[in-house]
Nanobody
Framework: QLQLVESGGGLVQPGGSLRLSCEVS????????IGWFRQAPGKEREGVIC????????NYGDAVKGRFTISRDNVKTTAYLQMNSLKPEDTAIYFC????????????????WGEGTQVTVSS
């Protein structure tokens, strides 16, 4: 069965950078779209970015466009979220998500979810 394990979260100052990792196991890695969602305290889950199995990118909003980048290492079967120019409003639990082939329209479009990793942006 497919498993997703996030890592790399932590505390970072505004303007800093952080790279999250999502290790995928139990499936043929290239068959799945891999994405990232986040949830801040008291707010609903928000889509961040997603990459389809063919490499197409979906940005779910303008909040992180130009600052966050998704990538994938087929040898390590790991997806990454590179976060630059971090802002306090980026503080949230970040979840790695997966769905066969294509990115979902929203959170309901992803069947597989990781446990999440905390990112805190504060001085």
């Amino acid at each position: 069965q497919l498993q997703l394990v996030e890592s790399g979260g932590g505390l970072v100052q505004p303007g800093g950078s952080l790279r999250l990792s999502c290790e995928v196991s139990g499936v043929i890695f290239n068959y799945y779209a891999i994405g990232w969602f986040r949830q801040a305290p008291g707010k609903e889950r928000e889509g961040v970015i997603c990459m389809t199995s063919s490499g197409d990118i979906t940005n779910y909003g303008d909040a992180v466009k130009g600052r966050f980048t998704i990538s994938r290492d087929n040898v390590k079967t790991t997806a990454y979220l590179q976060m630059n120019s971090l802002k306090p409003e980026d503080t949230a639990i970040y979840f790695c998500v997966a769905e066969p082939q294509r990115c979902g329209v929203d959170s309901n479009g992803f069947f597989f979810w990781g446990e999440g990793t905390q990112v805190t942006v504060s001085s």
